[in-house]
Protein backbone atom coordinates (compact mmCIF):
# COMPACT_ATOMS: atom_id res chain seq x y z
CA UNK A 1 0.00 0.00 0.00
CA UNK A 2 1.35 3.46 -0.95
CA UNK A 3 2.25 6.02 1.84
CA UNK A 4 0.40 9.06 1.07
CA UNK A 5 2.88 12.53 2.00
CA UNK A 6 1.38 15.99 1.99
CA UNK A 7 3.68 18.67 2.01
CA UNK A 8 2.02 21.87 3.94
CA UNK A 9 2.82 25.01 5.08
CA UNK A 10 0.37 28.58 5.12
CA UNK A 11 3.49 30.54 4.48
CA UNK A 12 4.04 30.95 0.90
CA UNK A 13 7.33 31.10 -0.92
CA UNK A 14 8.94 28.31 1.34
CA UNK A 15 9.57 25.61 -1.03
CA UNK A 16 6.51 23.57 -1.00
CA UNK A 17 6.21 22.71 -4.80
CA UNK A 18 9.52 22.83 -5.07
CA UNK A 19 10.05 19.90 -2.59
CA UNK A 20 6.54 18.28 -4.23
CA UNK A 21 7.98 18.19 -7.82
CA UNK A 22 11.81 17.13 -7.06
CA UNK A 23 10.99 14.60 -3.72
CA UNK A 24 8.32 12.89 -6.15
CA UNK A 25 11.25 12.91 -9.11
CA UNK A 26 13.92 11.65 -6.95
CA UNK A 27 11.72 8.77 -5.69
CA UNK A 28 10.66 8.21 -9.21
CA UNK A 29 14.77 7.79 -10.01
CA UNK A 30 14.94 5.64 -7.07
CA UNK A 31 12.30 3.35 -9.30
CA UNK A 32 9.46 4.16 -6.65
CA UNK A 33 6.21 4.01 -8.66
CA UNK A 34 4.91 7.82 -7.40
CA UNK A 35 2.15 10.46 -7.83
CA UNK A 36 2.12 13.96 -7.46
CA UNK A 37 -1.31 15.15 -6.59
CA UNK A 38 -1.35 19.06 -7.45
CA UNK A 39 -3.83 20.40 -5.13
CA UNK A 40 -3.05 24.35 -5.75
CA UNK A 41 -5.00 26.28 -8.48
CA UNK A 42 -1.88 27.84 -9.18
CA UNK A 43 -0.93 24.37 -10.86
CA UNK A 44 2.59 25.10 -10.35
CA UNK A 45 3.15 21.43 -9.93
CA UNK A 46 1.40 20.41 -13.23
CA UNK A 47 3.32 23.12 -15.36
CA UNK A 48 6.15 21.78 -13.12
CA UNK A 49 6.31 18.74 -14.49
CA UNK A 50 5.74 19.97 -18.47
CA UNK A 51 1.98 19.97 -18.81
CA UNK A 52 -0.34 23.20 -19.15
CA UNK A 53 -2.72 23.78 -16.71
CA UNK A 54 -5.06 25.33 -19.59
CA UNK A 55 -4.77 21.53 -21.44
CA UNK A 56 -6.01 20.14 -18.21
CA UNK A 57 -9.78 18.27 -19.45
CA UNK A 58 -9.58 16.28 -15.81
CA UNK A 59 -7.55 16.74 -12.65
CA UNK A 60 -7.97 17.35 -8.70
CA UNK A 61 -11.13 19.49 -8.71
CA UNK A 62 -13.32 17.24 -10.89
CA UNK A 63 -12.46 14.00 -8.78
CA UNK A 64 -13.00 15.52 -5.81
CA UNK A 65 -16.17 17.72 -6.96
CA UNK A 66 -17.87 15.49 -9.45
CA UNK A 67 -16.55 12.41 -8.38
CA UNK A 68 -14.83 11.73 -11.54
CA UNK A 69 -12.70 8.40 -11.49
CA UNK A 70 -9.25 9.70 -10.57
CA UNK A 71 -7.49 6.72 -12.95
CA UNK A 72 -8.75 8.69 -15.88
CA UNK A 73 -7.38 11.97 -15.02
CA UNK A 74 -4.14 10.80 -13.61
CA UNK A 75 -1.29 12.05 -16.51
CA UNK A 76 2.15 10.23 -16.89
CA UNK A 77 5.14 12.36 -17.09
CA UNK A 78 8.37 12.22 -19.18
CA UNK A 79 10.31 10.47 -15.83
CA UNK A 80 9.56 6.80 -14.95
CA UNK A 81 7.57 6.33 -12.11
CA UNK A 82 6.65 9.39 -11.82
CA UNK A 83 2.85 9.99 -12.70
CA UNK A 84 0.72 13.49 -12.05
CA UNK A 85 -3.04 13.89 -11.10
CA UNK A 86 -2.81 17.73 -12.03
CA UNK A 87 -4.76 21.06 -11.34
CA UNK A 88 -6.53 23.89 -12.33
CA UNK A 89 -7.72 27.30 -12.12
CA UNK A 90 -11.23 25.74 -11.46
CA UNK A 91 -9.97 24.87 -8.05
CA UNK A 92 -10.15 28.17 -6.36
CA UNK A 93 -13.79 27.43 -6.32
CA UNK A 94 -13.86 23.57 -5.08
CA UNK A 95 -13.94 25.66 -1.01
CA UNK A 96 -16.88 27.37 -1.84
CA UNK A 97 -18.68 24.40 -3.81
CA UNK A 98 -17.67 21.77 -0.87
CA UNK A 99 -19.14 24.13 1.57
CA UNK A 100 -22.58 21.65 1.67
CA UNK A 101 -21.07 18.42 1.00
CA UNK A 102 -21.25 16.01 3.58
CA UNK A 103 -17.55 14.62 4.81
CA UNK A 104 -16.49 17.71 2.80
CA UNK A 105 -12.90 17.40 4.66
CA UNK A 106 -12.97 13.65 3.07
CA UNK A 107 -13.57 14.22 -0.44
CA UNK A 108 -10.07 13.93 -1.46
CA UNK A 109 -9.50 11.00 0.79
CA UNK A 110 -12.29 9.25 -1.38
CA UNK A 111 -10.86 10.42 -4.18
CA UNK A 112 -7.60 8.84 -4.26
CA UNK A 113 -8.79 5.52 -2.63
CA UNK A 114 -9.12 3.76 -5.60
CA UNK A 115 -4.98 4.41 -6.82
CA UNK A 116 -3.54 4.17 -3.33
CA UNK A 117 -2.23 0.93 -3.70
CA UNK A 118 -0.95 1.87 -7.10
CA UNK A 119 2.15 4.10 -6.28
CA UNK A 120 4.94 2.99 -3.56
CA UNK A 121 4.48 7.52 -2.54
CA UNK A 122 1.71 10.24 -3.26
CA UNK A 123 2.81 13.57 -2.96
CA UNK A 124 0.47 16.16 -2.16
CA UNK A 125 1.00 19.14 -2.60
CA UNK A 126 -1.11 21.66 -0.93
CA UNK A 127 -1.71 26.05 -1.49
CA UNK A 128 -0.06 28.27 1.19
CA UNK A 129 -2.84 28.30 3.07
CA UNK A 130 -4.84 26.19 6.45
CA UNK A 131 -8.21 26.45 4.10
CA UNK A 132 -10.41 23.00 3.04
CA UNK A 133 -7.90 21.77 0.17
CA UNK A 134 -5.23 22.07 2.89
CA UNK A 135 -7.20 20.35 5.36
CA UNK A 136 -8.31 17.41 3.03
CA UNK A 137 -4.91 16.81 1.83
CA UNK A 138 -3.62 16.58 5.60
CA UNK A 139 -7.02 14.62 6.20
CA UNK A 140 -5.96 12.29 3.34
CA UNK A 141 -1.95 11.83 4.68
CA UNK A 142 -0.45 9.36 6.14
CA UNK A 143 2.18 11.93 6.81
CA UNK A 144 2.69 15.71 6.82
CA UNK A 145 6.47 17.26 5.52
CA UNK A 146 6.81 21.16 6.58
CA UNK A 147 9.07 22.86 4.36
CA UNK A 148 11.10 25.67 6.59
CA UNK A 149 12.51 28.83 4.75
CA UNK A 150 16.04 29.64 6.62
CA UNK A 151 14.92 33.22 7.27
CA UNK A 152 14.02 35.68 10.00
CA UNK A 153 10.27 34.81 9.21
CA UNK A 154 11.04 30.97 8.97
CA UNK A 155 9.42 30.27 12.27
CA UNK A 156 6.32 32.11 12.31
CA UNK A 157 3.34 30.34 12.05
CA UNK A 158 4.93 27.20 12.76
CA UNK A 159 3.26 26.92 15.36
CA UNK A 160 0.45 27.45 14.22
CA UNK A 161 0.77 24.73 11.61
CA UNK A 162 1.85 22.18 14.07
CA UNK A 163 -1.81 23.29 15.94
CA UNK A 164 -3.90 22.72 13.22
CA UNK A 165 -2.33 19.44 12.75
CA UNK A 166 -2.89 18.22 16.15
CA UNK A 167 -6.49 19.75 15.85
CA UNK A 168 -6.76 17.02 12.63
CA UNK A 169 -4.96 14.79 14.32
CA UNK A 170 -7.28 14.55 16.84
CA UNK A 171 -11.00 14.75 14.90
CA UNK A 172 -10.23 13.67 11.20
CA UNK A 173 -7.33 12.00 10.82
CA UNK A 174 -5.76 9.74 13.89
CA UNK A 175 -3.26 8.48 11.74
CA UNK A 176 -1.76 11.36 11.04
CA UNK A 177 2.04 12.06 11.59
CA UNK A 178 4.85 14.35 10.54
CA UNK A 179 7.01 12.84 8.57
CA UNK A 180 9.59 15.80 9.34
CA UNK A 181 10.45 19.65 8.90
CA UNK A 182 12.62 20.18 5.85
CA UNK A 183 14.75 23.32 6.13
CA UNK A 184 14.59 25.18 2.52
CA UNK A 185 16.48 27.99 0.75
CA UNK A 186 19.80 27.55 2.80
CA UNK A 187 22.51 29.98 2.42
CA UNK A 188 26.08 28.53 3.99
CA UNK A 189 27.18 32.45 3.89
CA UNK A 190 24.58 34.04 5.51
CA UNK A 191 24.68 34.12 9.56
CA UNK A 192 21.08 34.26 9.57
CA UNK A 193 20.49 31.03 7.62
CA UNK A 194 22.58 29.49 10.32
CA UNK A 195 21.16 30.77 13.14
CA UNK A 196 17.34 29.02 11.58
CA UNK A 197 19.03 26.19 11.27
CA UNK A 198 20.54 25.94 14.84
CA UNK A 199 16.94 27.09 15.96
CA UNK A 200 14.94 24.10 14.21
CA UNK A 201 17.62 21.67 15.18
CA UNK A 202 17.14 22.82 18.87
CA UNK A 203 13.89 22.76 18.79
CA UNK A 204 12.42 20.02 16.40
CA UNK A 205 15.32 17.72 16.83
CA UNK A 206 13.27 14.63 16.61
CA UNK A 207 11.40 15.54 13.36
CA UNK A 208 14.27 17.55 11.40
CA UNK A 209 15.48 16.49 8.31
CA UNK A 210 19.28 15.65 8.48
CA UNK A 211 18.86 17.26 4.43
CA UNK A 212 18.90 20.40 3.73
CA UNK A 213 17.97 21.99 0.43
CA UNK A 214 20.42 25.01 -0.46
CA UNK A 215 19.27 28.31 -2.83
CA UNK A 216 20.25 26.66 -5.74
CA UNK A 217 20.21 28.31 -9.64
CA UNK A 218 19.50 24.83 -10.76
CA UNK A 219 16.27 24.31 -8.75
CA UNK A 220 15.09 28.10 -9.69
CA UNK A 221 15.48 27.34 -13.41
CA UNK A 222 13.92 23.86 -13.95
CA UNK A 223 10.28 25.12 -13.65
CA UNK A 224 10.77 27.37 -16.62
CA UNK A 225 11.72 24.00 -18.60
CA UNK A 226 8.66 22.07 -17.40
CA UNK A 227 10.95 19.43 -15.58
CA UNK A 228 12.42 18.73 -12.15
CA UNK A 229 15.98 19.70 -11.68
CA UNK A 230 16.82 16.00 -11.57
CA UNK A 231 16.04 15.94 -15.20
CA UNK A 232 17.64 19.75 -15.65
CA UNK A 233 21.06 19.42 -13.71
CA UNK A 234 21.34 16.07 -12.64
CA UNK A 235 24.59 17.29 -11.16
CA UNK A 236 23.62 20.57 -9.00
CA UNK A 237 23.38 20.87 -5.47
CA UNK A 238 19.40 21.21 -5.76
CA UNK A 239 19.15 17.67 -7.28
CA UNK A 240 21.59 15.98 -4.90
CA UNK A 241 19.97 17.34 -1.76
CA UNK A 242 16.38 16.34 -2.97
CA UNK A 243 18.40 12.96 -3.87
CA UNK A 244 19.52 12.72 -0.35
CA UNK A 245 15.85 13.39 0.68
CA UNK A 246 14.26 10.79 -0.92
CA UNK A 247 16.93 8.49 0.43
CA UNK A 248 16.77 9.67 3.80
CA UNK A 249 12.23 9.34 3.57
CA UNK A 250 13.07 5.69 2.49
CA UNK A 251 15.08 4.87 5.10
CA UNK A 252 12.82 6.62 8.05
CA UNK A 253 9.95 4.22 6.29
CA UNK A 254 12.12 1.00 6.01
CA UNK A 255 12.39 0.79 2.29
CA UNK A 256 16.49 1.51 2.23
CA UNK A 257 18.63 0.70 5.30
Not at 33 to 53: M, R, Y
Not at 153 to 171: D, P, V, Y
Amino acid sequence: MGKIITIANQKGGVGKTTTAINLAASLAVLERNTLIVDADPQANATSGIGFNPKEIESGIYECMINETDVRKSVLQSDIDYLSILPSHIDLVGAEVEMVDIDRREERMKEALAPIKDDYDFIIIDCSPSLGLITINGLTAADSVLIPVQCEYFALEGLGKLLNTIKIIQSRLNTNLEIEGILLTMYDVRLRLSNQVVQEVRTHFQSIAFDTIIPRNIKLSESPSYGEPVIAHDAESKGAISYLNLAREILCKNGVLK
